[in-house]
């Protein structure tokens, strides 16, 4: 029988067990001399779900790190315990780029595209074509881009540093409020905002032949309904994607974390265009996703981004999806 007690680490037992890993070591082979090489590489970075008809894909750019003073409107010390609560680091926030891929039998949908070649945020990004083709998808097939928000990390990998399209058949999905925002040339003489405007108009102008805006609540594209979600730029665009009965949410930048902006949604966040407009919604909307028990994918959240929310006090829960391994 096993008791509890086994399982404790006393200092006897701590003595005892390094004894006992001193017999060992003496009867298994010296780890160095492993007859297998260390493989040194991660998995693919793909996933890949079916949402009733659709097979939807999950393919990532990479990752990068934020510092945690990005986040205000509650003391610093109170952000630092919350991340050290959930057992993360308190002096950098980890986040993912999560691209949403669907194929609907019709049509194939990327939304947002990554940062591209450009390493505003530090190495870790731009492995977006890399990921896709670990996901045996070729951007020659993708029909549309869909693009929430003009950001960097949504917009930049629409184009190549050659300045051709990486998605050369697609159509390009972005409200009119953002295009206008982030390509207005009169906002250049601002030295904050001169990089993202430069960005924005490289990734969008050459491009605007084959730009559709969208607009609140429009059906986009067969299943996908755009829905304005402003605050965090003005033009910031969610997606609820529909497939028989089943609703799935794509929240871009609505939250972009699943601690700080969950438990403490009306945190206040430095790349939000408008905090206050983002709070308020970021707030209707997670109301909305745990009253209807609507899973969604959220972009910068821990891969692969997927799960629900909860209402706990004034606050929500994340519930990350398990995953589906057998499609
Ligand atoms: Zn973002």
Not at 12 to 32: S, Y
Not at 115 to 143: C, H, N, T, W, Y
Not at 282 to 288: I, T, W
């Given at each position: 029988?096993?008791?509890?007690?086994?399982?404790?680490?006393?200092?006897?037992?701590?003595?005892?067990?390094?004894?006992?890993?001193?017999?060992?070591?003496?009867?298994?082979?010296?780890?160095?001399?492993a007859k297998a090489p260390q493989i040194n590489?991660?998995?693919?970075?793909?996933?890949?779900?079916?949402?009733?008809?659709?097979?939807?894909?999950?393919?990532?750019?990479?990752?990068?790190?934020?510092?945690?003073?990005?986040?205000?409107?509650?003391?610093?010390?109170?952000?630092?315990?919350?991340?050290?609560?959930?057992?993360?680091?308190?002096?950098?926030?980890?986040?993912?780029?999560?691209?949403?891929?669907?194929?609907?039998?019709?049509?194939?949908?990327?939304?947002?595209?990554?940062?591209?070649?450009?390493?505003?945020?530090?190495?870790?990004?731009?492995?977006?074509?890399?990921?896709?083709?670990?996901?045996?998808?070729?951007?020659?097939?993708?029909?549309?881009?869909?693009?929430?928000?003009?950001?960097?990390?949504?917009?930049?990998?629409?184009?190549?540093?050659?300045?051709?399209?990486?998605?050369?058949?697609?159509?390009?999905?972005?409200?009119?409020?953002?295009?206008?925002?982030?390509?207005?040339?009169?906002?250049?003489?601002?030295?904050?905002?001169?990089?993202?405007?430069?960005?924005?108009?490289?990734?969008?102008?050459?491009?605007?032949?084959?730009?559709?805006?969208?607009?609140?609540?429009?059906?986009?594209?067969?299943?996908?309904?755009?829905?304005?979600?402003?605050?965090?730029?003005?033009?910031?665009?969610?997606?609820?994607?529909?497939?028989?009965?089943?609703?799935?949410?794509?929240?871009?930048?609505?939250?972009?974390?699943?601690?700080?902006?969950?438990?403490?949604?009306?945190?206040?966040?430095?790349?939000?265009?408008?905090?206050?407009?983002?709070?308020?919604?970021?707030?209707?909307?997670?109301?909305?996703?745990?009253?209807?028990?609507?899973?969604?994918?959220?972009?910068?959240?821990?891969?692969?981004?997927?799960?629900?929310?909860?209402?706990?006090?004034?606050?929500?829960?994340?519930?990350?999806?398990?995953?589906?391994?057998?499609?």
């Open positions: 029988m096993i008791r509890a007690g086994d399982f404790s680490l006393s200092r006897r037992g701590l003595f005892l067990g390094a004894a006992a890993a001193g017999v060992a070591a003496n009867l298994l082979p010296n780890p160095a001399s590489k991660q998995a693919p970075y793909y996933y890949r779900f079916s949402m009733g008809s659709i097979e939807a894909t999950v393919i990532s750019d990479g990752s990068f790190a934020v510092t945690p003073k990005l986040f205000s409107g509650v003391p610093q010390p109170e952000v630092e315990r919350m991340l050290t609560d959930h057992f993360l680091p308190s002096d950098n926030v980890a986040v993912e780029q999560n691209i949403l891929v669907l194929n609907t039998g019709e049509k194939l949908i990327v939304f947002d595209t990554g940062l591209g070649s450009a390493k505003l945020f530090g190495p870790g990004s731009g492995r977006m074509l890399v990921s896709l083709k670990e996901a045996g998808i070729d951007p020659k097939d993708v029909d549309a881009i869909v693009v929430s928000h003009a950001h960097p990390d949504h917009l930049w990998g629409v184009m190549a540093d050659d300045g051709k399209p990486n998605f050369p058949n697609a159509q390009i999905y972005i409200s009119e409020a953002d295009y206008d925002f982030w390509t207005d040339e009169a906002k250049l003489a601002n030295k904050d905002m001169k990089g993202f405007i430069e960005g924005a108009r490289k990734h969008l102008v050459p491009n605007r032949p084959r730009i559709v805006f969208m607009k609140d609540g429009q059906e986009i594209l067969p299943g996908v309904q755009a829905l304005a979600a402003p605050g965090h730029t003005i033009g910031h665009m969610m997606f609820m994607l529909t497939s028989g009965n089943k609703a799935f949410a794509v929240l871009a930048d609505t939250t972009v974390h699943p601690v700080l902006m969950f438990e403490t949604p009306r945190l206040e966040f430095g790349f939000d265009s408008d905090p206050k407009q983002a709070v308020a919604t970021r707030v209707r909307v997670l109301d909305m996703l745990a009253e209807q028990r609507i899973p969604f994918i959220a972009y910068h959240f821990p891969w692969p981004g997927i799960g629900y929310a909860a209402k706990r006090g004034d606050g929500f829960v994340y519930h990350p999806k398990p995953l589906q391994m057998v499609l």
